[in-house]
């Protein structure tokens, strides 16, 4: 297998253009969401789903400048959310035909032609990425543009981002970048700058699409600590079995007493 690659999402320095929305769509041949004003921001998708594989999130906040302070000064937070490529991904355990398969760069990949439209990996992904496309009926995500990486290029929307908020490489190398920026910032008195998903020891196995964060994950729409939804099925298929053969044992002696007492007159 490939060395595994991965995205970093800076969001300190995303200023919300949605070039990478744009870039994933004309690259991949995405259809549109719809056009529909949220009327809440001057975010116009609203969420990731099967037609919007990156989605700008604009949050603005109002903040105190001083402790104790009434009034406050607005913040714009702005984010670049993608799939996260889970080392554990549930979708991937609970696709029935396949269509969900791990790449040789360790991302996770729906096969278009071989999608039922079973629509099981919807619910079982902790973060709400994948999505049954309207009309379509089969599930759709974020490929991390894997026909380019067979070429040898990064993925679209990586080379359209004009300020290097997100960033693509060998996830290894992308860590140890992302563990410096944040005590960057935290020097810089940004304290709570943090990183989000860049942890193996996390609920996920850790993700191969991880963000470096200014504000709780709540904040971003994003789970405070996701765990694969699948985590707890090898346990629950050795109680299942045990519970079957516990029947299948309960019937065969409740065949098998009477015919014994019966045989005596």
């Not at 039922?116 to 089969?138: F, L, W």
């Amino acid at each position: 297998m490939a060395e595994r690659m991965g995205f970093f999402t800076d969001t300190s320095v995303c200023i919300g253009c949605k070039a990478c929305e744009v870039a994933c769509k004309e690259w991949n041949q995405i259809p549109d969401d719809g056009f529909v004003f949220e009327a809440t921001s001057y975010d116009n998708t609203g969420m990731l789903g099967a037609s919007t594989w990156r989605h700008v999130a604009f949050i603005e906040q109002s903040r105190p400048v001083l402790a104790g302070d009434d009034e406050g000064v607005d913040r714009w937070l702005m984010s670049s959310d993608v799939c996260k490529h889970c080392t554990h991904a549930a979708c991937l355990d609970v696709c029935p035909t396949g269509a969900l398969f791990r790449t040789e760069f360790d991302t996770v990949v729906v096969q278009a032609d071989i999608c039922n439209g079973c629509g099981y990996c919807v619910p079982a992904c902790p973060y709400g990425v994948i999505d049954r496309r309207e009309g379509d009926g089969r599930a759709w995500k974020c490929t991390m543009c894997y026909d380019r990486q067979l070429g040898g290029l990064e993925p679209a929307c990586a080379k359209a981002c004009p300020t290097d908020s997100i960033q693509f490489g060998p996830l290894d190398e992308l860590r140890e970048r992302a563990e410096e920026r944040v005590t960057r910032l935290r020097a810089d008195g940004n304290e709570e700058a943090r990183l989000y998903g860049e942890s193996p020891g996390d609920g996920v196995g850790g993700a191969g699409a991880f963000f470096l964060l200014l504000d709780e994950p709540e904040v971003y729409g994003l789970p405070p600590d996701p765990v694969v939804t699948t985590r707890d099925l090898p346990a629950m298929w050795r109680w299942a079995g045990a519970a079957a053969l516990s029947a299948a044992g309960a019937v065969a002696l409740a065949f098998l007493g009477p015919s014994r007492g019966g045989g005596r007159r």
